[in-house]
């Protein structure tokens, strides 16, 4: 592995399948590729996403797993914890807390990224409720829950120790201040979003949509002309 040495195992947290891949997928081909474990945790089944009103919603939530499941295959992922949760009714409950919580301790992470709890009214779009809410209770479970073996005591009598988090990336957030050069990874990135196709509706589009994203997300990390990259912001809780 190059650069940090002490990252070997990293856990996504999100609400809907394709969160993960739309906001760091880039960096998540790059992880695998120098050696790191990655874990994706997912709330919901994304039941309520896309337009097509021809398909029941219980067959939706499957094409979906489905459909993440191959992204996740793209970037060197296998390991994806379904939480279950109705799309489009998160909250910030203690039982969310709870499961996710579960997941930390049995994929025991160095770094969690997750969404931004707060709403963002330059881009109102990553501030959908359900990213809020997960990102809320996500940073919950990193701190008190998942370390605090008195947290949820049910974890402890199914055999889930605590475990302390080092450090949360936010996705989505303002101000971002970590960026992952994905200049390598951008078309691995490209092909994991093309497994999502129940909700590209244009995905010629989005890769032009994209690759402008991602190539002035490397202007602001001050990279050089050509390169990509994908934007955080940290949290230390160690």
């Not at 040495?5 to 992880?31: K, N």
């Not at 499941?69 to 992922?77: D, E, K, P, Q, S």
């Not at 990336?169 to 970590?178: C, H, S, T, V």
Request: with cysteine.
């Amino acid at each position: 592995m190059t650069g940090e040495p002490d990252i070997e195992r990293v856990l996504v947290v999100v609400a809907h399948p394709d969160d993960v891949d739309f906001s760091s997928a880039g960096s998540i081909a790059r992880w695998t590729s120098e050696g790191r474990a990655v874990a994706y945790c997912i709330a919901t089944d994304g039941d309520a996403g896309g337009s097509d009103a021809s398909i029941s919603r219980a067959d939706l939530a499957q094409l979906r797993r489905r459909e993440q499941t191959a992204a996740a295959a793209v970037l060197g992922v296998t390991d994806i914890h379904w939480l279950g949760y109705p799309d489009g009714r998160l909250e910030s409950t203690l039982e969310l807390r709870r499961d996710i919580s579960r997941v930390i301790r049995v994929v025991r992470p160095q770094r969690v990224l997750c969404s931004s709890p707060d709403r963002d009214f330059t881009r109102i779009f990553v501030s959908h409720p359900d990213h809020l809410a997960v990102g809320d209770a996500a940073l919950s479970a990193v701190y008190p829950d998942a370390r605090n073996q008195f947290a949820h005591p049910e974890l402890l009598a199914e055999g889930y120790e605590p475990w302390s988090v080092p450090e949360v990336w936010l996705l989505g957030a303002g101000d971002p201040d970590r960026f992952t050069d994905i200049t390598d990874h951008i078309d691995r990135k490209l092909e994991a979003l093309l497994c999502h196709a129940s909700q590209l509706p244009d995905p010629d589009a989005m890769r032009v949509r994209l690759r402008e994203h991602a190539a002035e997300t490397a202007r602001l990390a001050a990279l050089p002309d050509g390169s990509y990259a994908e934007a955080f912001r940290f949290v230390g809780t160690a």
